[in-house]
């Protein structure tokens, strides 16, 4: 389980694909690393989490064929916000 608080992303391996309408990739990725993660740049069977957006692409395809956890923006956000993901 991750920490709670500030570092509660620590060590998680993120990759962000496509274009998120609501935030730039950019700021994405700097606030995701200021909780501690880890962003990459491809997808391998060591990424915790991809973060998909509009025109996500091989990177997506990748992710589920290798059953990475995948969020879109909404789950994005709410992941910053503290916020559990409901199944």
């Known amino acids: ?9 620590a060590g998680a391996r993120v990759v ?6 609501g935030r730039p990739r950019e700021g994405a990725g700097a606030a995701l690393q200021a909780l501690g993660a880890k962003l990459s740049a491809s997808v391998s069977k060591r990424t915790n989490y991809g973060i998909a957006g509009t025109e996500a692409g091989s990177k997506l395809a990748r992710a ?11 789950g994005l956000e709410k992941l910053l916000r503290g916020e559990k993901l409901g199944h």
């Open 1 to 9: 389980a991750r920490a709670a608080g500030p570092l509660r992303w």
């Open 64 to 74: 589920r064929a290798l059953k990475v956890a995948v969020l879109d923006e909404s």
């Open 16 to 21: 962000p694909a496509g274009t998120l309408p």
